[in-house]
């Protein structure tokens, strides 16, 4: 049998506390003091019959009982501003009416028998905590007040959980930082005297404005009105030139070598679905916010070209690539091209006022090839045309060569020669003599390659220490090579004697 806790009163006055959370309350009611909505006490037919000395009386309603009496009644709809808000029941006339107390009501109105109307028992201790409860609810964003605090980890620190409390997640929320991270728009075709294009994507090109300030920025729209850096258009060729990345500089007149770039507007496109471009121009080596003027797309320009323009990501939504930067639309900004230079200058030696290549050189003694560099201070045109004079063409003759391939494959070439010969040595001891003319057979299957002319190119043969020559008995010589696996001595071989065999496959 289950005992109830002895100590144990309604949850409204039970000191010992409570286990349980009884309603999900609504926050902003707190500081006026409502307690719970009681479960069923509600509607939307509520009328007001009558107004006199401070107390409202209202009818339409359900379910009411004299217990009701202390409880209070939240009413809104009313087209009187006085006869909205939450009023105490200080009368029970009947199930469908009470009286309230109401010193600024007003009778009639003019929306009486549509009033919606919820009644709400007494704030008490129980409220108290069924507040404190849906806080730690919504702050841990978990599904049970009770429920653990959640944890995540770090990318710097991966298994350690680290707790998502206040302390540790204040000012960090991810869902209230917005980036503008780079789009790219490939292959926009041009004409000449364009002084603006417009970019079409269905769904795909919304614009940011003041209450949603995720999507494109537009200079001409709020919150960005004016803004250069966050609607900057970068703008590289696209096909025409065969430069793919290429930035793009303004050809002639009086503005001539400046960078061509644009700026997002909102005029003559609709969002989502499209953005216009507008084209400036400025300096390379001055502020573009200063110094842009407006562009007009010129003839020998190319026709085709791609676009990278911003677009205002929420953090917490961006995707893994969103920081990526696009290879074939080049380098963003006056500032990261010079960084990309200094890097280039750092990474080959240069630096503080060094600007010799010879003296970035260190292997410049005798046998190197820039050793022959032509003056004190060489280009890299002179440092690489010596080093071509140096290496030499690649013009082969011979067997093993080929004109005109790589030194890689040259050298590979001459390693597989050499690999291909090889050369083996084998002993023979005569067991029994050999007849002078008589084919012998070499011995453990060896075998060599007749070279046509008798000359031995491939078999060299020794006995008794001696290199003997093959050929005819008439030119003097020693043995004839018979077949590739045996020769024909011209003088006997005795018993015991040893023969050297050297074999080059």
């Known amino acids: 049998m289950a005992y109830p806790r002895q100590n144990a009163l309604d949850q409204a006055l039970d000191i010992a506390g409570s286990l349980t959370q009884t309603q999900t309350m609504t926050e902003g009611d707190e500081p006026n003091g409502f307690g719970a909505p009681i479960a069923g006490q509600t509607g939307t037919t509520a009328t007001i019959t009558a107004f006199a000395s401070g107390v409202l009386t209202l009818g339409g309603l359900t379910g009411m009982t004299v217990g009701d009496v202390g409880n209070f009644i939240t009413i809104s709809g009313a087209a009187t501003a006085g006869n909205n808000g939450t009023f105490l029941i200080v009368n029970f006339n009947s199930a469908s009416s009470v009286d309230v107390s109401n010193a600024t009501g007003s009778f009639p109105d003019a929306n009486s028998g549509a009033l919606t109307w919820t009644e709400r028992g007494p704030y008490t201790l129980q409220d108290d905590l069924n507040y404190v409860r849906t806080d730690r609810k919504l702050i841990k964003g978990t599904t049970n007040w009770y429920d653990p605090i959640p944890t995540y980890q770090r990318p710097t620190a991966v298994g350690t959980l680290v707790s998502a409390n206040l302390s ?32 079409t994507s269905v769904g795909n090109l919304k614009h940011a404005d003041a209450v949603n300030q995720t999507g494109i920025p537009c200079f001409d729209l709020a919150p960005f009105v004016g ?9 590289v060729d696209g096909y025409a030139d065969g430069y793919a990345g290429q930035e793009l500089l303004v050809q002639s007149g009086p503005h001539a070598g400046e960078r061509i770039f644009g700026v997002t507007f909102d005029g003559y496109s609709v969002s989502p679905n499209s953005v216009t471009i507008k084209f ?33 990501e929420r953090l917490d939504q961006l995707d893994q690539n ?22 280039i200058l750092t990474t080959v030696g240069i630096t503080g006022t060094t600007t ?25 045109v002179d440092a690489l045309n010596t080093l071509n004079n140096q290496i030499g063409n690649r013009t082969y003759t011979g067997t093993y060569l080929t004109s005109g391939q790589t030194i890689t494959a040259s050298l590979q070439a001459l390693s597989n020669a050499i690999n ?58 020693d043995y004839s090579e018979t077949s590739t696996t045996s020769i024909t001595f011209y003088g006997k071989q005795k018993a015991g004697d040893h023969i050297n065999y050297i074999v080059k496959t």
């Open 322 to 343: 969103a920081f990526r930067t696009i290879p074939a639309l080049g380098i963003l900004t006056d500032a990261s091209m010079q960084g990309e230079i200094n890097n």
């Open 168 to 199: 540790t997640i204040a000012g960090k929320t991810t869902d209230a930082v917005a980036y503008n991270v780079n789009r790219a728009f490939f292959g926009k075709t041009l004409n000449t005297g364009d002084g603006y294009t417009v970019i």
């Open 227 to 235: 803004d250069w850096t966050s609607a900057y258009v970068h703008i």
């Open 280 to 312: 400036f121009s400025a300096p390379l080596n001055l502020n573009y916010v200063v110094s842009a003027t407006p562009y007009v797309w010129e003839a020998g320009q190319p026709k085709t070209i791609n676009i990278l323009y911003g677009y205002n």
């Open 420 to 477: 291909a010969s090889t050369i083996s040595r084998t002993i023979e001891r005569l067991s029994s003599t050999i007849n002078a003319n008589t084919a012998h057979t070499l011995p453990g299957g060896l075998t060599y390659t007749l070279d046509g002319t008798n000359n031995g190119q491939h078999l060299w043969v020794f006995t008794r220490g001696v290199l003997r020559d093959p050929g005819p008995v008439s030119g003097g010589n």
């Open 356 to 380: 010799s290549l010879s003296g970035l050189l260190t292997n410049i003694g005798t046998y190197y090839p820039f050793y022959n560099l032509p003056n004190a201070t060489p280009t890299v």
